[in-house]
């Protein structure tokens, strides 16, 4: 599981920052109170938050799973990995991806990318020693599907417009706790007070928060997708396979970094409405009954 949660981090931590600048040098106070002025401002910088994100995910990834990219394959090992996924690329219609591998000892894999041709796909050390070579496959096709489906552009989106409708909710907060505070004397200060800039940056981790169960609602349906999109590229029984095998894996060392849970491989420990990923026990069932 390695894109959703590094991207949505990355994404509240990008809209946190804009936050605090736009209440620094005044921009909040050029808006005004006009809806549409409102609106404007807070797609474009909802938006700007997510692509930011979107943009940063490969480079991302690589930092902090420490990925060590196949340039030139020294060994067999290698050398499988890179023809597999690129062949699996070009059968789904798409740019050679990246090829890495992470040291875990958990099976875990990931892709991520801002375009279905300028993508990485990576597989920890556990996986290769956990799995046989057709699980593998499955595995490299469902991370395939992900690219294929254009999902993290996807994400982007539905967070650009979540990123919206938590600024524009972000600052209604923050009117409210300042006017609270002046006893509803704001309109007549000709500005902001303190209580609208705390507001605002409460406001944008909750609102965050629960944009996060959102985002991650979507994220789950993807998987679905990747799934089958797996079946399809290396075998529906192989699919399953894998999958079955992640369901013996420890479950103590089956995840990776909180902030890399997403797009990967293996079911999450996470709260059931904050998971990236559906049960194992879900995704089994859904490939079965579509055979």
Not at 146 to 152: A, F, I, L, R, S
Not at 226 to 249: C, S, T, V
Not at 266 to 280: C, D, Q, V
Request: net charge neutral; proline share 2%.
């Amino acid at each position: 599981m390695t894109r959703i949660l590094l991207f949505l981090a990355t994404n509240m931590a990008v809209m946190v920052v804009f936050s605090i600048i736009t209440s620094l040098f005044g921009l909040d106070k050029a808006i005004g109170q006009s809806t549409t002025s409102l609106v404007i401002y807070a797609a474009c910088f909802g938006f700007i938050g997510s692509f930011i994100s979107l943009a940063m995910s490969k480079s991302a990834a690589i930092r902090s799973m420490n990925v060590q990219l196949i340039e030139q394959p020294s060994n067999a090992t290698e050398r499988w990995l890179v023809e597999t996924v690129h062949a699996q690329a070009r059968k789904a219609g798409i740019g050679e991806p990246d090829v890495g591998i992470f040291h875990q000892a958990s099976p875990n894999a990931f892709a991520t990318g801002w375009n279905k041709n300028d993508a990485l796909v990576a597989v920890s050390t556990g996986l290769l020693q956990s799995m046989s070579k057709e699980e593998v496959e499955a595995v490299l096709g469902h991370e395939v599907a992900h690219v294929y489906n254009g999902d993290m552009v996807t994400m982007g989106l539905i967070q650009g417009v979540l990123n919206t409708f938590v600024i524009i909710f972000s600052r209604i907060l923050g009117s409210m706790i300042d006017n609270a505070l002046r006893g509803n004397r704001g309109g007549d200060s000709g500005g902001y007070g303190m209580g609208f800039f705390l507001g605002n940056i409460i406001g944008n981790v909750v609102f965050g928060f629960l944009a996060s169960m959102i985002a991650a609602w979507f994220s789950r349906q993807r998987e679905f997708r990747a799934d089958a999109g797996g079946a399809d590229l290396a075998g529906r029984q192989h699919m399953i396979g894998a999958l079955e095998a992640l369901k013996r894996g420890s479950p103590a060392d089956s995840a990776l970094p909180e902030k890399l849970q997403a797009f990967g491989i293996t079911g999450g420990h996470l709260a059931k409405y904050l998971s990236t990923h559906p049960p194992l026990e879900e995704r089994i069932a859904r490939l079965r009954a579509e055979a």
